[in-house]
């Protein structure tokens, strides 16, 4: 079980300094998407050379161009790319291909799928790597919890592993945990906490 | 009618040789996702202080953290975002509200909706500025185009323009120009083409 830590709304310089405090406990980091349309690319060179024996993950939510975009990131250094879950096949399929190429993988994200027990099906035969369950940052105040989606994912796959992100604290993991899943993304908690290093420290424990 | 043509993949010094020859003949530069996710927001800076004349659309497919996206984009010179019409309507309220805030416009990317009649509806009634029908590349081989999606549009639409993306070219301009369209999206036609003047000129005066 990997715990992802999300990078939104800092600086390069802010999620180093964060992320040398943090290393000893994350598996990957996750270049968020409003990070890649500030910044685009260099976050994902500058930690893949910083922070070499952790993954990156470069959060490119692909819609369209499954192929170049995905062949993009993975050029820059990312070990993983995201793509939407709600996109046309033949996209996901581009990105399969880009993926096999630089010896990448491939995490949907399933915000806004209306059928997850279908799609993650549908996904998984594809030969996608993860399958990730996202309550948007827009719903999270409308109380949702990525949990239901999460065991409708566990439920439908064979191949894939599962991921959860959305809104995941030290309150929520131990349930997640109980649950099952390859990756779980965690951003504000850790990065918002009085004490960062406690805090990835703490969620890493429970994961155990 | 508005000219936007699409930058995807060629690097900013060759977009503004591009832009130098066709800036008379263009309304909107489209600085598209593929780029945003290699260069960030730097082409839309220097596309809007090079072209001040110009709109710049930022094509940031805004699948969630719809106001810290959309902000981001107008900070650095966006006058236009796109939300992927596929998202959760509080993402689109949210960039909507950046667009307030910034006197900017948000373009609807309705790659991937389902029932077009009924999302044009309704951000048709939440008050975006554009619904662009958009073919996406990687299932353009298939043979669609957007026109039977730009007539629906054209159909469901009372405050709204309807634009339209998706391998657009001098051969398909008529037909679109005929059907209406507040936008027209242009991107290897005139990028790709042999005189890329004499293209860019020759679409722009059919689209009159």
């Given amino acids: 079980m990997k715990l992802q830590i999300a990078l939104d709304t800092l600086t390069i310089e802010?999620?180093?300094?964060l992320l040398d405090e943090v290393k000893d406990y994350v598996d990957i980091i996750e270049?968020?998407?409003p990070?890649?349309?500030?910044?685009g690319n260099k976050p994902v060179k500058i930690f893949k050379e910083r922070y070499p024996q952790l993954e990156v993950l470069a959060d490119t939510k692909i819609m369209d161009a499954g192929e170049y975009e995905a062949e993009g990131a993975f050029k820059a250094g990312a070990d993983i790319v995201t793509v939407l879950g709600v996109t046309?096949?033949?996209?996901?399929?581009?990105?399969?291909?880009?993926?096999k190429k630089y010896n990448g993988k491939v995490m949907m994200d399933m915000i806004c799928v209306a059928d997850?027990?279908?799609?993650?099906?549908?996904?998984?035969?594809?030969?996608?790597?993860y399958i990730c369950c996202h309550t948007a940052f827009d719903i999270q105040e409308t109380g949702k919890n990525p949990l239901d989606e999460l065991v409708v994912i566990n439920q439908n796959i064979t191949n894939a592993k599962s991921a959860v992100a959305g809104g995941v604290k030290l309150e929520t993991i131990d349930e997640i945990v109980a649950e099952g899943a390859g990756v779980i993304v965690v951003g504000g908690a850790?990065?918002?906490a009085k004490d960062r290093i406690a805090m990835a420290k703490a969620i890493k424990e429970h994961m155990k």
């Fill in 88 to 99: 046309n096949d033949a996209t996901i399929e581009g990105a399969l291909k880009a993926a």
């Fill in 190 to 192: 850790i990065s918002n």
């Fill in 31 to 33: 270049v968020g998407t």
């Fill in 14 to 17: 802010e999620c180093i300094m």
């Fill in 116 to 129: 997850m027990a279908k799609r993650t099906q549908q996904m998984d035969a594809m030969g996608v790597d």
């Fill in 35 to 39: 990070f890649l349309l500030e910044e």
